[in-house]
């Protein structure tokens, strides 16, 4: 039996509205859109709303002009936004900065006007490899603004992750500190970049802003710190068209290579504003915490961007959320007087862990609404946050999107009405996303049951496509059903018209809520000299929700020791980031393998989690009974 939460009768009263503006949203798309793009400013109005002519790829606001900076700047400083906070901005440290509008306009075109002057113009390719600091969306903005098209590569990857991505990403110029705190230890990202350009072709520029003052070295004539290079002034924004590109943002698939995910100037904005403005119904006086780090999508779409384009008040905060103490998060909740704030469920449940007296020390009054987005969202955590931090008065809205997707796709919608709340379900589709559940064959399946989540028409802020690689775009997302966009995870849809997101349904991990491709870790372990096969897969953990496992063979001459495995998790820290260093490294005398060459993956994660024999009918397409009974020898021989 799945419990509801009767919702206050002040939020019902509008349900209706949800289900008037989602059904005109399906039944009169033209007129629905062409309202909800006047969300934002266009320098030249689009002629039409959507061609689906060269489907899947999708254009939206066919020759609008427009441009981010402009939407998010401009528009506000001959109003009385002008001298409104746009971030407040906290450090690890506890010191703050404010920035009024007027403030990060100049700053962004004192830093548009440094780009251009160092040859930075439209349509390069910008990484920006930064802690949470203000000149991140100071630069990302600086890069909307000229229309160079930024990628920001997360600070927690190391220098191959990121040489990787300024490969694919075809960056000539990279933007970054001397160093970025992370729970009292500064980590050294300039060296990092360095060590990665020795990796890269041909970077030109290296931006370097002061931040942590730790020691760096600066290459004549290819490193500019920050400060020098900004000029005071105005740049005009460019007329950038509705499906230029604005940024590329790396995701983990499930073969090769990571993704790089395109999203645009016109579709892309009027999604993230439209989707925040429903899901949160944000009011102008309202203090906004996105808890997370701008090196993901939910950094740009709702620390950054959406914030700004609604004229909000973002609260921008630099270090680890249990960091000097466990009531970190709750201390800058009383301190800034936070209305809205909008985390995950590793977060949840890792302050959950550390006791009720953290927030009961403080005053969590200013609380109305509570967001949760990353992963799904068990009960227990549910309630903890509802009831301890929530005081059983602040809806708890459950968004369910990805990095392709833009912004939230399956969400309560305060704004237009939210439905009774049942813990761990994200409720229902915003306007302008149809999903279904489907089972292998692209049927619908009973409500009640389990199947893939898929969406059946196109909406604005869908990704472009994938960077330089059209074909993956089409394979990964557009295949499994033939133009029905795949979102890799299982749904229920329940007799309610509830969804239920149910976690990943390949081989994506997910690891305190960050997306890691068990690929990736495995391409990691086997380019190291010592190893010859991998496996890697998730194990269940009550906290991060998935923490990572491997399984490898050693080449001929290496023998397993523990300073081996100490030395390989060390090197995979170096050069993918801590975030991909397996928790547990098992060496064994194979990896179990089907005879086509197929990694059993599952096979060998139901074998550690001792979950042999069960449901070994999901395992069927993977290998053989034979070949199971192998992989069991394999496994339980093992170290
Ligand atoms: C994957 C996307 C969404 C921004 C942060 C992560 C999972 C995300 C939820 C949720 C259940 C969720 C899905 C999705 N996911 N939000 N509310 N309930 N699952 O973005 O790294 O692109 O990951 O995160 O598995 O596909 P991402």
């Known amino acids: 039996m799945v419990e509801t939460l009767p919702m206050d009768e002040k939020y019902k009263v509008h349900m209706s509205k949800y289900f008037e503006e989602y059904n005109r949203s399906l039944t009169d798309m033209d007129g629905f859109w062409n309202e909800k793009a006047k969300i934002i400013d266009w320098f030249k109005p689009f002629d039409k709303v959507l061609d689906d002519s060269k489907k899947p790829f999708y254009k939206w606001f066919i020759n609008g002009k427009t441009n981010m900076s402009y939407n998010c700047l401009d528009r506000y400083i001959k109003t009385e936004k002008r001298n409104k906070v746009a971030f407040i901005w906290v450090s690890e440290k506890g010191d703050e900065k404010m920035v009024t509008y007027y403030g990060l306009y100049r700053r962004v075109n004192a830093f548009a006007r440094g780009l251009l002057n160092l040859g930075i113009k439209r349509g390069d390719k910008v990484t920006i490899y930064m802690p949470m600091i203000l000149e991140t969306p100071i630069a990302m903005l600086a890069c909307a603004r000229i229309g160079a098209v930024f990628n920001v590569v997360f600070s927690g990857f190391g220098e191959e992750a990121l040489a990787q991505r300024i490969n694919d990403s075809n960056s000539k110029t990279v933007i970054t500190a001397d160093g970025g705190y992370r729970k009292g230890k500064i980590i050294e990202l300039k060296n990092l970049v360095d060590k990665a350009i020795d990796l890269s072709r041909g970077v030109d520029n290296v931006i370097v802003v002061k931040n942590a003052n730790n020691k760096i070295n600066m290459e004549q004539d290819r490193d500019y710190y920050y400060d020098d290079i900004i000029e005071e002034g105005y740049v005009k924004p460019e007329e950038l068209d509705s499906n230029d590109p604005l940024f590329i943002l790396y995701t983990s698939g499930t073969t090769g290579k990571p993704k790089g995910i395109l999203h645009g100037n016109g579709g892309y904005p009027v999604w993230i504003a439209n989707t925040l403005k429903w899901a949160f119904d944000p009011k102008d006086e309202d203090r906004w915490w996105c808890a997370a780090d701008i090196g993901w999508i939910t950094g740009h779409s709702y620390i950054v961007f959406a914030p700004l384009l ?247 001459g290496y023998d397993k020791s523990p300073e081996l495995i100490e030395d390989i998790k060390k090197r995979i820290k170096n050069n993918l980031g801590p975030i991909m260093v397996p928790e547990e490294i098992h060496i064994v005398s194979a990896v179990p393998k089907t005879r086509s060459g197929k990694i059993m993956r599952r096979v060998i994660k139901a074998v550690y989690l001792d979950q042999l024999p069960g449901d070994v009918s999901t395992l069927e397409n993977e290998a053989s009974v034979d070949e199971i009974r192998k992989a069991v020898e394999i496994i339980k021989g093992g170290d």
């Open 310 to 556: 609604l004229g909000l008040t973002s609260i921008m905060y630099e270090g680890a959320i249990d960091h000097p103490k466990p009531d970190r998060m709750w201390d800058i909740i009383e301190k800034y007087g936070v209305n809205i704030l909008h985390t995950s469920p590793t977060a949840i449940r890792l302050l959950m862990k550390y006791g009720e007296k953290y927030p009961k020390g403080h005053d969590l009054s200013s609380l109305k609404t509570l967001g949760t987005v990353g992963e799904p969202i068990n009960p227990a955590a549910w309630h903890w946050y509802y009831e301890v931090i929530g005081k059983n008065k602040c809806p708890i809205i459950d968004t369910y999107w990805q990095t392709e997707t833009g912004g939230f796709t399956v969400s309560p919608s305060l704004n237009l009405g939210i439905p009774d709340l049942k813990p761990g379900s994200a409720t229902f589709p915003l306007p302008g996303i149809e999903p279904a559940v489907f089972d292998e064959n692209g049927n619908n399946v009973k409500p009640g049951e389990k199947g893939y989540i898929v969406i059946k028409r196109p909406w604005p802020g869908l990704m472009l496509t994938v960077n330089g690689d059209d074909k993956r775009y089409i394979e990964t997302y557009f295949s499994k059903f033939k133009n029905k966009y795949f979102m890799g995870d299982y749904a229920i849809k329940d007799n309610d018209g509830y969804y239920w997101l149910l976690g990943r349904a390949d081989e994506v991990l997910k690891v305190a809520g960050h997306r890691i491709g068990t690929m990736e870790v495995e391409d990691g372990l086997v380019s190291m000299k010592e190893i010859a096969e991998a496996a890697v897969f998730g194990k269940p953990d009550t906290i991060k929700g998935d923490t990572i496992i491997a399984f490898a063979t050693l080449k001929d």
